[in-house]
Structures are given as C-alpha cells and as structure tokens.
C-alpha cells in the first residue's frame, strides 16, 4: 500500500473518463449509487478507502475555493512534517 503523495498522470486520468465501458455503463443507467461498493465488491472498496486515506494527491493540496477541507488540511499538515523532517534528516544526518 502506497503512503504519501500520489503521481498526477493525465494519461490515466483520461483513459478513465473516456473508456468504452464508462460510456457504456452511463448510456445504459447501470451506475451503483455512491457508497455502495462494499455491496458490488467490498474487497476493492476497501482497499480504495485505505488508499484514499494513505495518500494525498496534488488536488487535495491545494486550496478549493475560500476553505480547505478539514481532511485536506490534516493531509497537507502531516504531508509537510514529513518532507521537513525528510530534509532536516537529509541534510543534517
């Protein structure tokens, strides 16, 4: 399980916004509604809740309008902990 920031990569992200099988689920109505993928298959959302939780990506660093989220400011907090001490070890050990 990966820990810390993830990647952005706009090749993944558009081959998941414009894959055959998105369109063809959205066309058809065969979405699941949102939190229910424990029912559908529980062994990926677990593992998508744990690594949602586990990491940061460049989106939840950034602010979003006037407020940050709590949980963004908690992942932006601990995240910058770690790269000071990263450094501090880095260049002092």
């Known amino acids: 399980m990966k820990f810390g920031l993830r990647k952005p990569s706009i090749k993944k992200r ?8 998105r ?6 109505g065969l979405k699941v ?6 029912v ?9 809740r744990v690594y ?3 990491t940061a990506g ?11 989220s709590s949980r963004a400011s908690r992942v932006a907090a601990v ?3 770690v790269l000071i001490l990263y450094l ?6």
């Open 88 to 93: 501090f070890a880095k260049v002092f050990l």
């Open 33 to 38: 509604p949102a939190g229910l993928g424990w």
């Open 14 to 21: 558009l081959a998941a916004r414009t894959s055959l099988k």
């Open 23 to 28: 369109y063809v689920r959205h066309r058809l």
């Open 79 to 81: 995240l910058m902990a």
């Open 58 to 68: 460049i989106e939840d660093l950034a602010p979003h309008g006037t407020r940050r």
């Open 52 to 54: 949602q939780r586990t």
């Open 40 to 48: 559908t298959d529980p062994k990926r959302a677990a593992y998508n």
